[in-house]
Each structure stands twice: as C-alpha cells, then as structure tokens.
C-alpha cells in the first residue's frame, strides 16, 4: 500500500535562510509526487510535481524540491526564506501504475522568523 | 479562469441530523475529489469520480457517506446520519485527469454537536 511520510511537525528558520521540508514515500512501481501548501483561511495550493525525468523540479514561489530514488525522498527546498512563506506544506504521493489514489502527508507547518 | 466552488463555507448541525455539500470543479476538469480533513490532520480521500464515474470509494463510510457527480460536473457529498467524528473540513478538488495536479476549494468546515 502507498504511504507518505513528513517526519517534522513544524519547521522553523530565520528569513534569508535556505529552508527544507522533508518527505518519504512508499509505493509499489513509480511514484506521481506533489507538493501542496495551504495558507492560514486559504485552500490548499499547488507547489510543484514529479512525474518523470529531472530529479530536481521547480515550482511557484520560487520552490524545488528533489526526487532521490534511493532514498525514496521527496524534500521541499528554498534557498532563500521570507515570513511569507509561513503557511502548512503537504506532501502527496500517487502510484504511477494502477492506481489513483492521490495520498496525503499529515503536513508540516513551517514559519519564518523576521 | 474559476476555481473549484464549494457551498456552503459553514455548517453547524446536531449529531444524527443530514446534510450536504456541493460542489462545482474548473471547467473540463475530469477528475472531482472529495476529501475530508480533520484538524492537524492531512486530507484523507473519501470518493474519487473519473467523469461521472467512481474509481475510488474505499475510504468511504458507506453506511452514512454517499456522493453523486452529476452529468459528470457538479458533485454533491451527503452525510446522513452525522456523528461527531464527522466534525472536519471537506475539500473538493478537480483536476484534468488522474496524473494531473489537484485543484482545490475553500472547503466547507461542519460542526457536528
């Protein structure tokens, strides 16, 4: 069965500094990766996805995140932070054959401080 | 371009009453979702429809939870009777087909008490 995994709660860093959200997954054949972001009374937005070829994706807002095979990992990056990018991020994971179940993360909540 | 619209935004209703909620996807968006999130929770897939067909019900509970997509557009997702587990968020979303990024609308929060 397809699972996805957001180790931390709650992310904290200074702005102007790199951040990273991290994400596992497990599913059976090829995975479809998402990222989502909800802002406080906003409905959950697109990030960015992974379907296939380069490993690492860009997204809106200046967002990427990295596919690692190996490690089964999906990790949201920024290299630069700003307080506007406090919100909820949510990780999802489809199989890429088979199915259609869309997973969801439990989210990490992530704020930058001034 | 419209977004997914949902209504109503609010509901508060006793346990074991019914209620319903609707919604409309984006224009040519094959794919509608309902889903359902709990606070501090992620959200959690209840009925998945491909036009107006389902693919994907197993995370609904049958006996109280029923969805319809009409004409393959508008959906509308019921629950009757409610308890005060079903106290949550419910999310629709669209996207153009399965393999496609979701859309998401604002969400209707219902209060079960």
């Known amino acids: 069965a397809q699972s996805v995994a957001q180790p931390e709660d709650q992310v904290n860093v200074a702005e102007g500094n790199p951040l990273t959200v991290k994400c596992t997954y497990s599913?059976?054949?090829?995975?479809?990766l998402f990222w989502y972001v909800q802002y406080p009374n906003r409905g959950l937005q697109f990030l960015l996805k992974?379907?296939?070829?380069?490993?690492l994706v860009k997204g809106s807002y200046g967002f990427e995140a990295e596919f690692n095979k190996s490690q089964t990992s999906f990790h949201l990056k920024k290299p630069s932070a700003l307080v506007s990018d406090s919100a909820l991020y949510f990780c999802a994971v489809r199989e890429g054959t088979g199915g259609f179940k869309t997973i969801f993360g439990a989210g990490t909540r992530l704020f930058v401080k001034a | 371009e419209a977004g997914v619209a949902q209504s109503p935004r609010y509901k508060i209703i006793e346990k074991r009453q019914s209620v319903a909620f609707w919604c409309n996807p984006i224009s040519g968006h094959a794919t509608l979702y309902w889903y359902q999130q709990i606070l501090g929770q992620g959200p959690k897939l209840l009925i998945q429809f491909q036009n107006n067909g389902v693919v994907d019900d197993s995370q609904l509970p049958k006996d109280r939870f029923s969805a319809e997509r009409l004409k393959g557009v508008d959906s509308t997702l019921k629950i009757q009777p409610a308890k005060l587990e079903d106290s949550a968020v419910y999310l629709c979303?669209?996207?153009?087909?399965?393999?496609?990024?979701?859309?998401f609308g604002p969400g209707t929060r219902l209060t079960v008490t």
């Open positions: 992974y379907i296939t070829g380069d490993n």
């Open positions: 599913v059976s054949g090829n995975p479809y």
């Open positions: 979303a669209s996207s153009l087909a399965t393999v496609n990024e979701q859309y």
